[in-house]
């Protein structure tokens, strides 16, 4: 049974260029989590969508980033412009959703590391 | 108020000796999941272990188990035998019954296991 995949798992970029990092989370899972994770501000929630719809997005640093969900089986989450200190490590994951909660855990992606020159 | 607590920043532990990673949490909500996760220096997230604030027993997996301290609001990680594949980040996690799908992280403690 494949886990949650994340592509591209290493990104080089340029300041003000559009990066768009993907995730396929576990079939059958409802939930799904994109977060981050810096040296200096360790792991943080970016947002996530419950059955596809984004429940709390208040973790999203600012307009410049954005996440979709358009289907179960795959999200987005999409930088543009990129600026250096977008350089961090994005992670997917994803759960059982509502029913079960809170007793199911998260699975993650391998992560993507981005960096922005 | 943080709602997982890691105060260790560091650890050391000798080989073949056990330790104790703490963890506290905060929630007002009776029901509710404690989850630990392990991220080697290859970067991925692992799940370890999970308590559920209901369960009677300490959760053990292995090598792994979970000092459930619930008046204390603690659950504290124990690693038995270590070995020098533990060295690692560990992480403490919580889910709410109420907010239902939302996790909360702690910082994480750094693990070194010294042969």
């Known amino acids: 049974d494949a886990g949650v995949i994340q592509s591209p798992r290493h990104e080089v970029t340029e300041m003000g260029q559009e990066v768009t990092l993907r995730c396929k989370p576990i079939?059958?899972?409802?939930?799904l989590f994109w977060y981050r994770q810096t040296m200096m501000r360790g792991l943080e929630l970016l947002i996530y969508?419950?059955?596809?719809?984004?429940?709390?997005d208040s973790g999203m640093p600012e307009d410049r980033f954005s996440a979709k969900m358009p289907n179960a089986s795959f999200s987005t989450l999409k930088i543009q412009p990129s600026e250096p200190r977008d350089s961090a490590v994005y992670f997917c994951?994803?759960?059982?959703?509502?029913?079960?909660?809170?007793?199911?855990?998260?699975?993650f992606g391998p992560g993507t590391r981005l960096t922005v020159l | 108020a943080q709602k997982i607590t890691q105060t260790q920043p560091g650890m050391f532990v000798q080989e073949k000796e056990a330790v104790t990673l703490d963890c506290t949490y905060d929630?007002?909500?009776?029901?509710?999941?404690l989850f630990w996760y392990k991220q080697p220096s290859s970067g991925e997230m692992i799940f370890l272990i999970y308590?559920?604030?209901?369960?009677?027993q300490n959760a053990t997996e292995g090598r792994y188990s979970l000092n459930f301290q619930k008046a204390r609001k603690s659950a504290n990680l124990v690693i038995s035998a270590s070995q020098l594949g533990d060295s690692a980040m560990y992480f403490c996690?919580?889910?709410?019954?109420?907010?239902?799908?939302?996790?909360?992280f702690g910082t994480g403690t750094s693990l070194t296991v010294i042969p």
């Open positions: 994951a994803s759960s059982p959703g509502l029913a079960g909660a809170p007793y199911n855990e998260q699975f």
């Open positions: 079939s059958g899972h409802n939930s």
């Open positions: 969508f419950n059955n596809n719809v984004p429940i709390d």
């Open positions: 929630t007002s909500d009776p029901s509710y999941g």
């Open positions: 308590q559920g604030s209901y369960d009677q």
């Open positions: 996690a919580m889910r709410e019954g109420n907010t239902g799908n939302q996790f909360y």
